[in-house]
């Protein structure tokens, strides 16, 4: 059995790796999905990621494709007790508006529960901050929904150290629920704003962390190595990494990886997994055989040197 970590206050314990659901219904269809998913949690894993506005981008998409397809696993498969299911709201316009209006936050509950096929979601996330929006206001909406029973704890994406701070202190002062994890982005490639400005906040307040796009887009699992290789769906996205700084960071990756007999996904994932303040790292899968380097990372124990080795390289 995969151990647990506690997810900051928020009540939650999860495995130390969170499967993102950005993929399905987009880059995997619904029966790869759901051999995905199957994999995943027959291997120990306990969260899956997903959002409301998951795959808008795709033509002819309009959002809701990741929830629903992940709602039909769950009746499905009838695993709903083993997961935890964490999604997200202020992306997708649509009744009640757009961004974190409280109108919207009410609205997009019912959606998402409605596409999941449940009735409580576990971990309920403000997708992005939204300026045109007290921050007591959306605190507010946030909190009825854990009070009638739709949400069991909240968290926050894409925001600032200033404005989680600022979430925190409004939390308090109106004895409102509080965000308790944080999804920032962060990977070996992308590091300054969550270890200068977020890490001392997430550590004062005991936030759980649960970082999006751990493998960079796939950069970090060594795939895209030269100009020629940039192809596919996330093709275009990686180029910006493959500069003098990213191949530093995927030879320190490759040395490491044979040290303990693995590959660079699943060292760049212990890395993140062994980083302070981090609870679990979210990373996806389009194929089923993917998940073995997702399950592979949660069993590697990085010695200091390989820790140091990998902060260098990408320092």
């Known amino acids: 059995m995969t151990n647990t970590r506690p997810l900051g206050r928020s009540g939650l314990s999860i495995a130390p790796l969170v499967l993102g659901g950005n993929v399905f219904g987009w880059t995997a269809d619904p029966a790869t999905s759901f051999a995905v998913l199957d994999a995943f949690v027959d ?4 969260m899956i990621d997903t959002a409301d506005v998951y795959s808008a981008w795709v033509p002819g998409h309009r959002g809701g494709e990741s929830e629903t397809v992940l709602g039909d696993w769950l009746r499905r498969s009838g695993r709903r007790d083993a997961v935890l299911i964490a999604t ?4 997708l316009s649509g009744p009640g508006g757009t ?6 936050i009410a609205a997009a509950i019912d959606a998402s529960l409605q596409r999941l096929g449940t009735d409580q979601i576990d971990l309920y996330f403000a997708h992005r901050d939204d300026p045109d929006v007290p921050i007591a206001d959306y605190l507010g909406a946030f909190d009825a929904l854990i009070r009638a029973g739709k949400v069991r ?3 926050a994406s894409n925001f600032t150290a ?4 600022e979430a925190a202190r409004v939390a308090a002062a109106q004895a409102l629920t509080p965000f308790t994890v944080l999804q920032p982005h962060y990977n070996l490639l992308e590091r300054n704003d969550f270890e ?3 890490l001392p906040v997430v550590l004062d307040r005991n936030i759980g962390v649960v970082p999006y796009a751990a493998l960079a887009n796939g950069f970090l699992t060594g795939k895209y190595r030269r100009t020629e ?6 093709g275009g996205r990686v180029g910006q990494y493959l500069d003098p700084r990213g191949r530093a960071i995927l030879a320190a990756l490759d040395a490491v990886a044979e040290r303990h007999d693995a590959n660079p996904a699943r060292i760049a994932l212990a890395w993140l997994m062994a980083k302070p303040g981090i609870t679990a790292p979210i990373a996806s899968a389009s194929r089923p055989d993917q998940v073995t380097d997702l399950i592979a990372a949660m069993n590697i124990v990085l010695t200091p040197d390989d820790i140091a080795a990998l902060d260098a390289a990408g320092a």
């Open 43 to 46: 291997g120990g894993g306990t």
């Open 88 to 91: 997200k709201v202020g992306m």
């Open 99 to 104: 961004g974190l209006h409280p109108a919207r």
């Open 153 to 155: 704890a909240i968290g």
């Open 162 to 165: 200033a404005r989680l701070e």
């Open 196 to 198: 200068t400005d977020l």
């Open 229 to 234: 290789d940039l192809t596919g769906a996330r």
